[in-house]
């Protein structure tokens, strides 16, 4: 190692209240780097990134004229921005900063406090050995794309459309059903307030289908996103929907005339719907398409019913894919969830046994615009007299999902006050827990409770029609503990409503690499930090909005939206945005051109040059990630910031004690 | 007079006692959150209030009172199948019960069982010289090293004189399908699997450890087991060393295999209506329910019936877990419960195969009367009879 000519370094210890200093031995780590030849000053404090804290890292900056900062403190994820932007403040580039993580890394995971506090030390000495070859790197900024991507037409994507188009700015908003809506145009009440979904949510369908700033696209689906923050090049494919919307005058005569006859997903199977239709009589945009896989015609060239009968000419047979390019800025994700149906619903007799309902099976059957114009009925049409509903049914379970699915208590409760009130059946309620926080919910629960609705304290394990008494005959039998006064329990009922959960969406894996935003173990969008940034994600410029990022209500799926929508209009009023200056080159002369390199940047950052016959590196599109530089066999290429010289002092530094 | 403090009743946890079941290998128990599934499930609670849910919950602070349930579960495994957090409700049982031995509070009959076990290698109090005693006039062929497959014949096929008639009809089967495979009579020993199920930890060492010093000395590769006990231990709880290859399997799947190639071609009638019982350690415990079904369906003029509960739902008969070794009081048998299950299909026999089933349904059909109207045969014997053109 050259001989270290940097010597004005400061080492700044974090105690992180007791984060460290409970493990840490602050005061000898900041004795011990004291003596380091290279620094010039080591404070501590108790939260280096208070108000305080900054200054006292600015203070001495000025009065000691360092020429390196070094913060150890907790992870780069949460405050290197935080003292990077200090540096700037004291007109010290940026990169001349180095933090060390002796939290995460550290005090958390070293039980014993002498080791830990040796660790510490070892790891400030390596950051004092790198930080001799920082180099100073240029600020690089680059403009904002003003428009904005939402992909996801539920609640989620049209709040957070509505917020951005309203402010001026353009929305493309992708949605892969032939309408918006999502799952709450489903419903039809609402908890805890039970506002009718309808009343609520058709006039933010329509805003979105006529806003002059949206451009929506129904039936369509991303497959293809290039580029970075405040410059995204996206790919959308329009599906073909055999009908020109620019004719179509939304009449429907052409689904009334259609012969063929399919089960409706937006009825949950319930009852059937047209192979050219709409997805429920409000959709948005309100002109059918044609269901390829189910049109006589256009499977057997047989039919041809609806353009015969469509006046204004608009049903196209010939109909092709389309591919659209747009730009962007930034990214809103809002692709919601899917309704789960895990094996374990035959156990309660799912698919066997009638008016066993799932939860939103029951949702239509209780929709005024649903199979049965609201009536709750059993499938022979008479009213049920009594009904149980079953909680956690596939949620909070290790078969299935273990995760607790948030919204089904609620939605559990609001079904016995929808039973009680429609049809005075006895209702009987089988939960684990009631899970009720939010504004105005335990008063539902309570009120649910004065409604006579009859709670019991244990989770149904069998639903059978095999009767042991009388009384049974005929009925749906309900299989239980009441844990509370530990008796086994059977109580027959006319109907079983099974309360399953909120699941990621099947294609979330897809979704996942399309947009570069990991998914966790359960399929749900990461955030980039689960407190303090919700929204973001490790992608800049792509937000996370309501369920797709974890089982969510409405009122906290609109306050994500919302969320979401402000940090795209942030990036666009600032109009530009600051790119990573650490990225990477390569050295010509060393370049092979194996072109392994290309072949690994997850970035599509870099070119063949045909003439040179060597790789190269676009800069703006290089996000620093070293990928290029770990696998070039001939070591061409090359990552600022992270070179190797750098790495091998660090590694000496922890190595010298 | 007492005092109002001798008046007052309070349960208090004793931490010490949860602890130790937790360092008994019963640590799953701190997952439980009380919803109940288990109790729903388990066959007990049809007959009496035993509620596995209210005992791990004492167990868990140490309540007192859980001792003696805690001798009561059979490790039918309904509830650890069902239960959302994937306890093994059956080793906590089991972990408490090792304690309990510890602590000498065993039920007595237990007692008598595993000091036979101890002793003489097998639960009946019978001399272990005498293991072999069935084969004296009816010749088995010994294991040599070499021999294809080892027979594992189950302590209580070789002492009981009901189940003696179906090991002889097993060995009458291997012999016409000519399968290669030997006895080692007299050297084996319990598998031990029902007594780790009753906590009796040592014991089962003992007993693993002689087994698997035979194995190795007669470089056994391939086990044909008789009993579902002694398959789960060979396959679920043996430590066989790495590298020493053992396949155990049992004999329904080998009966399954010779039938599918025509090896064995069953085709004297049987005018019989049947049902099958699932045993638990055959079924839930080592997923085999197609092979018994397939072998039964076989049989020509058969009539197959099944009951409610089947399959990965099936009853127990009571026997499992040192069930049957305890004594219980009439009105409290599982068995039972199965007969009548059984009879109101409108079965004359029921068909299993597991020699403690044999023995429990046996029993509640004569403790409930009903001899006349229903019995109960090994799969083996039925293949038997079918492949010889007897009556079942
Ligand atoms: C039975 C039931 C009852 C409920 N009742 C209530 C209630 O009373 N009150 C309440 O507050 N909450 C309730 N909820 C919760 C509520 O459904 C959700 O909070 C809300 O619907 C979430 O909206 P979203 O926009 O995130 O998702 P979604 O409604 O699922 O919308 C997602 C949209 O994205 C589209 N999409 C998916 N993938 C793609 C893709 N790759 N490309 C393009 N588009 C895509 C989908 O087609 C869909 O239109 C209930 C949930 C259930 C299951
Ligand atoms: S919200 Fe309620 S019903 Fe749904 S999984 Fe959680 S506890 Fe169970
Ligand atoms: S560092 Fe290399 S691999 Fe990473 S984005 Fe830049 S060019 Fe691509
Ligand atoms: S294993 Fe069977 S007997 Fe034992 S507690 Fe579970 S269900 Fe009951
Ligand atoms: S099923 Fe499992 S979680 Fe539920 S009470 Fe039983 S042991 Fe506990």
Not at chain 1, 14 to 28: A, D, F, P
Not at chain 1, 269 to 297: H, M, S, W
Not at chain 2, 174 to 192: F, Q, R, S
Request: proline share 4%.
């Amino acid at each position: 190692m050259a001989a270290s000519k940097i010597k004005k370094v400061g080492v700044f210890v974090c105690h992180c209240g007791v984060n460290i200093s409970s493990v840490v031995n602050i005061e000898k780590v900041v004795e011990a780097v004291s003596k380091l030849p290279e620094v010039t000053v080591a404070r501590d404090y108790k939260f280096m990134c208070s108000t305080p804290g900054q200054e006292l890292i600015g203070k001495e900056i000025k009065e000691q004229g360092l020429e390196r900062v070094i913060v150890a403190a907790c992870s780069p994820l949460l405050h290197e921005e935080t003292f990077r932007r200090v540096l700037v403040k004291s007109d010290l580039n940026q990169y001349f900063f180095q933090m060390v993580n002796i939290r995460e890394q550290d005090a958390w995971v070293t039980a014993d406090k002498d080791k830990a506090t040796q660790k510490a030390i070892a790891l400030i000495s390596a950051a004092v050995k790198r930080v001799q070859t920082h180099e100073p790197l240029p600020k690089r900024e680059v403009d904002v794309d003003p428009n904005v991507l939402v992909i996801g037409g539920g609640i989620a994507g049209i709040e957070a459309s509505l917020q951005i188009a309203d402010a001026g700015h353009k929305v493309y908003l992708v949605e892969k059903q032939a309408s918006v809506g999502g799952h709450m145009a489903q419903f039809d009440k609402t908890f805890p307030t039970l506002d009718c979904a309808a009343c609520i949510l058709t006039p933010k369908m329509n805003s979105v289908g006529f806003h002059p700033n949206i451009d929506l696209m129904t039936y369509s689906e991303v497959v293809d996103i290039s580029g970075y923050i405040g410059n995204f090049e996206v790919t959308v494919r329009k599906n073909p929907k055999y009908v020109d919307y620019e004719k179509c005058t939304g009449c429907g005569v052409c689904m009334e005339k259609c012969p063929s006859k399919v089960s409706s997903e937006f009825d949950e199977g319930l009852v059937e719907r047209k192979a050219i239709y709409t997805l429920f009589p409000q959709a948005v945009p309100n002109k059918p398409v044609i269901d390829a896989k189910n049109c006589t015609y256009l499977t057997k060239e047989k039919c041809g019913v609806c353009q015969k009968v469509c006046e204004a000419g608009a049903i196209n047979y010939e109909d092709k894919e389309e591919l659209v390019k747009v730009k962007v800025g930034s990214i809103i994700l809002a692709t919601g969830y899917t309704f789960a149906k895990p094996d374990v619903l035959k156990d309660y007799g799912y698919g066997k046994l009638d008016n066993v309902l799932t939860a939103l099976e029951f949702e239509r059957l209780n929709n005024a615009a649903g199979p049965t114009d609201g009536e709750i009925t059993l499938k022979d049409g008479s009213k049920p007299q009594s009904v149980a509903i079953l909680h956690c049914i596939g949620s909070r379970d290790k078969n299935y999902n273990e995760y607790c699915s948030k919204v089904c208590c609620m939605y559990s409760l609001k079904f016995a006050h929808l039973v009680r009130e429609k049809t005075g059946a006895e209702v009987f309620e089988f939960y684990i827990d009631i899970r009720s926080p939010g504004k105005a919910y335990e008063e539902f629960y309570t009120r649910i409770r004065e409604e006579d609705v009859h709670l019991i304290r244990g989770k149904v394990a069998q639903v059978t029609d095999v009767p042991v008494t009388d009384d049974e005959k005929g009925k749906l039998v309900v299989i239980g503990e009441n844990t509370l006064t530990a008796q086994r329990v059977r109580v027959p009922v006319d109907m079983v409503i099974l309360s399953t959960g909120i699941e990621s969406n099947k294609d979330a894996a897809d979704m996942s690499r399309l947009v570069k935003v990991a998914t966790d173990k359960d399929g749900f969008f990461i955030e980039r930090h689960p407190k303090m940034a919700p929204i973001e994600t490790a992608s800049a410029g792509i937000f996370i909005a309501g369920t797709c990022a974890g089982p969510r209500d409405i009122p906290e799926t609109v306050a994500s939206a919302q969320g979401a929508s402000s940090l795209a209009l942030k990036l666009i009023s600032k109009g530009k945005v600051e790119i990573e200056a650490a990225t990477a080159w390569i050295v010509e002369e060393l370049c092979a051109g194996c072109k392994l390199c290309i072949s690994m940047c997850p970035y599509k950052a870099i070119e063949f040059d045909e003439k040179k016959k060597i790789s190269v590196i676009n800069e703006v599109l290089c996000k620093g990630c070293g990928t290029c530089a770990a696998t070039c066999p001939s070591g061409a290429a090359k990552a600022r910031h992270f070179k190797d010289e750098q790495i091998f002092d660090e590694i000496e530094g922890v190595l010298s004690l | 007079m007492p005092t109002t403090s001798e008046l007052m009743k309070f349960a208090a946890p004793m931490l010490e006692m949860a602890q130790t079941v937790v360092e008994a290998k019963g640590e799953e128990l701190k997952l439980c959150y009380q919803c109940g599934t288990c109790t729903s499930v388990c066959p007990w609670g049809n007959l009496k209030d035993f509620n596995p849910r209210k005992l791990i919950e004492m167990i868990r602070l140490g309540f007192e009172g859980f001792e003696d349930d805690s001798w009561k579960c059979v490790n039918c495994k309904l509830c650890w199948d069902k239960c959302p957090n994937q306890i093994n409700i059956p080793q906590i049982f089991q972990s408490v019960r090792s304690i309990l031995l510890a602590w000498n509070a065993c039920p007595p009959e237990l007692n008598i069982a595993l000091t036979s076990l101890r002793d003489e290698g097998n639960p009946w109090q019978e001399s272990k010289e005498k293991r072999d005693e069935w084969t004296k006039d009816f010749p088995v062929p010994a294991y040599e090293q070499g021999t294809e497959y080892l027979l594992f014949s189950c302590c209580t096929n070789d002492y009981d004189p009901r189940n003696k008639k179906d090991i002889k009809a097993v060995v009458e089967i291997l012999n016409m399908a000519k399968v290669n495979y030997g006895y080692i009579g007299n050297k084996e020993v319990c598998c031990g699997d029902i007594a780790l199920s009753a906590g009796e930890n040592e014991g089962y060492g003992m007993l693993s450890n002689k087994n698997l010093e035979i194995f190795r000395e007669l470089a056994v590769k391939k086990i044909l087991t008789i009993s579902p006990h002694c398959l789960n231990a060979f396959k679920n709880r043996y430590e066989f060393n790495e590298g020493e290859e053992v396949q155990s399997s049992h004999l329904v799947q080998t009966y399954a295999k010779l039938i599918e190639d025509k090896v064995l071609e069953p085709k004297g009638e049987i005018k019989n209506k049947v049902t099958y019982h699932d045993p638990c350690y055959l079924g839930r415990h080592n997923d085999i329910y197609d092979e018994p079904r397939f072998i039964i369906n076989s049989i020509p003029g058969i009539e197959f019936v099944e009951m409610n509960n089947i399959r990965e739902n099936s009853f127990c008969c009571g026997g499992g877990g040192g069930g049957c070794w305890l004594e219980t009081v009439k009105g409290e048998r599982l068995g039972d419960l199965r007969v009548l299950e059984a009879v109101e299909t409108g079965a004359e026999v029921i068909i299993t195969a597991c020699p403690y089933c044999v023995q429990m349904l046996e029993a509640s059909i004569l403790g409930l009367g009903i001899d006349e109207k229903i019995k109960v045969r090994t799969v083996s014997e039925l293949l038997l009879s079918s492949l010889k053109n007897e009556e079942l």
